[in-house]
């Protein structure tokens, strides 16, 4: 079955430390998002990237970085400098093409990051 | 700026009751209209869409009227059950510079009693 696969499920992180979460998908999807969850609210858009070796910021990019080196794959890496990364975070694919809003986006489980 | 407005949970029900839990939307264009369902521990599912105004998405005995006088998209069901407990998200959906930008909703959170 074509999906998206978060890794870890769970993730500590200790203080000054980068942490990086997994995202692969095999739905052979040109875009794919990175969002953070907080309790009670609803997702913001961290990066994104529609096509191979290009990505952009989302709402809230600082204190995060990505890579798009393989269409299969967008890791996120929550930096130092991310004072608050305490969070669920989910990845998502989609179709991208022009005029492409009607396709919906498709998620991971997501990884839940805490600080120890 | 474009945004989403959920009714604010939790809401809670016996099984076989009725459910409607309000979207409303401000979008400039012509957005795509999502309800997506989140599960504990789990990520997003689509649960229904609707493109274009007066369309009807359903599935799962779920159902929502894109109503553009109203700018509304509200999610219905005639007969809940204990395993409809969730987090329901609105979202729209609006092409911003050549990708879909999916703006959400705080999310509704259900839950369905015996």
């Known amino acids: 079955d074509g999906g998206i696969t978060q890794s870890p499920k769970y993730l500590f992180r200790k203080e000054g430390q980068n942490v990086t979460l997994s995202c692969e998908q095999n739905l052979n999807h040109d875009a794919m998002y990175w969002y953070r969850q907080d309790p009670g609210q609803g997702l913001r858009l961290i990066y994104y990237s529609q096509i191979v070796n290009d990505f952009q910021k989302g709402d809230i990019a600082e204190g995060y970085s990505v890579s798009r080196e393989k269409k299969e794959s967008f890791p996120l890496t929550v930096t130092s400098a991310q004072k608050n990364p305490t969070a669920f975070y989910l990845c998502?694919?989609?179709?991208?093409?022009?005029?492409?809003?009607?396709?919906?986006?498709?998620f991971g489980d997501g990884t839940r990051l805490s600080i120890l | 700026g474009d945004s989403v407005t959920q009714m604010e949970g939790p809401v809670t029900l016996s099984e076989e009751a009725f459910l409607t839990i309000n979207c409303t939307y401000t979008?400039?264009?012509?957005?795509?209209l999502f309800w997506y369902v989140q599960y504990p521990g789990e990520g997003l599912q689509l649960l229904l869409k609707?493109?274009?105004?007066?369309d009807k998405g359903s599935n799962k005995g779920f159902e929502a009227t894109y109503r553009k006088e109203t700018t509304s998209f509200h999610l219905e069901k005639g007969s809940v059950q204990v395993s409809d407990s969730a987090v329901y998200f609105c979202?729209?959906?609006?092409?911003?510079?050549?990708?879909?930008?999916?703006?959400f909703g705080a999310g509704t959170r259900l839950a369905v009693h015996p």
């Open positions: 979202a729209l959906s609006v092409a911003s510079g050549g990708y879909n930008k999916l703006i």
């Open positions: 979008a400039t264009g012509y957005p795509s």
């Open positions: 609707a493109t274009k105004a007066d």
């Open positions: 998502a694919s989609s179709i991208a093409r022009r005029g492409g809003s009607t396709q919906p986006q498709h």
